[in-house]
């Protein structure tokens, strides 16, 4: 792995752990579906302005536009608008704590459900991943935490490593900034029709959320995906997604310093424990490609 391999995955990793905590801003300002379809059809737009300026063109192949929609729907839309419907009750840390586990959960599908190999130092990663949730999940709910947006951000993550295993290709082909643009604009779609059916629309104007909106749609929205799919390109997806051991500390750190967030020892303890758990995941996964 290269240093511009460790460079992108390390800005992937600040920008995508960052989401949380300026989702957490808008939501206290906003209907959560009503402001995640706005803010995938201005990061869409752009997108696909910027990559039509670039010389790209949405003549996709068949793989890219499978990936296209598949992302669009189960990763823009469902995973994200869960999440964004369930932060208006639990805490950025806490959210971003639940989406970390994507790598773990993928890995445990992968090895029961696809027949991957997972060598011992997987195991125990699964393991010492799973026990780190257990762990600021008990402590959570004691102090009070809804049950109902847990539930809700768990089977938000459920979608999000169903697209990781079953939607690949969008890397390959080209037009990449043209494809990153276009799936924003499917979940735009999508999310479009979840708010007719399930949501009134609010919006109250703020400061907070005039700059939370603009930096989701600019940073976490645009840029991190393009960042992705760069760095899958460059060193696949199953060594890129080694760097999501950092998204439970970065995540924790920026909520805790932007919102205040308390954290406690448990939670700290839990913290390292699912990160040293994603890491050995990952590297057990990586020694099998």
């Not at 992968?110 to 190999?117: K, T, V």
């Not at 049950?147 to 169903?162: Q, R």
């Not at 890129?240 to 500390?249: D, E, R």
């Not at 990160?275 to 050995?280: F, N, V």
Request: with cysteine; glycine share 10%; proline share 3%.
């Amino acid at each position: 792995m290269d240093l511009r391999a460790i460079g992108l995955g390390l800005a992937f990793a600040l920008m995508w752990s960052s989401a949380f905590t300026s989702a957490r801003i808008i939501v206290a300002d906003a209907s959560p579906l009503f402001a995640l379809s706005l803010r995938y059809l201005l990061s869409g737009l752009i997108g696909v302005a910027i990559a039509k300026a670039l010389g790209q063109n949405w003549n996709l192949t068949r793989a890219q536009w499978r990936a296209t929609i598949g992302f669009g729907i189960l990763q823009n839309a469902v995973y994200l608008g869960l999440f964004f419907i369930a932060m208006q009750t639990i805490e950025a840390s806490f959210a971003a704590i639940i989406a970390s586990t994507m790598p773990l959960m993928v890995a445990l599908a992968a090895w029961l459900f696809m027949g991957e190999r997972l060598g011992r130092l997987g195991i125990a990663g699964l393991i010492a991943g799973l026990a780190g949730v257990a762990l600021i999940m008990g402590t959570r709910l004691t102090q009070g935490a809804d049950l109902t947006s847990i539930a809700i951000c768990i089977i938000g993550v459920l979608a999000l490593t169903i697209a990781t295993l079953t939607v690949r290709g969008a890397s390959s082909g080209g037009n990449l900034l043209m494809v990153v643009g276009l799936q924003m604009l499917v979940g735009c779609a999508a999310l479009t029709i979840a708010t007719l059916v399930f949501e009134t629309p609010r919006l109250t104007p703020s400061w907070p959320l005039a700059i939370a909106f603009t930096y989701t749609c600019l940073v976490p929205g645009l840029t991190a995906t393009w960042v992705w799919f760069m760095l899958v390109g460059r060193i696949g997806a199953t060594r890129a997604a080694t760097f999501h051991f950092l998204n439970p500390f970065f995540g924790v750190a920026i909520a805790a310093v932007l919102l205040g967030e308390q954290l406690g020892p448990r939670d700290v303890l839990g913290v390292a424990i699912i990160a040293a758990g994603i890491l050995a995941v990952q590297i057990s996964r990586q020694t099998k490609v």
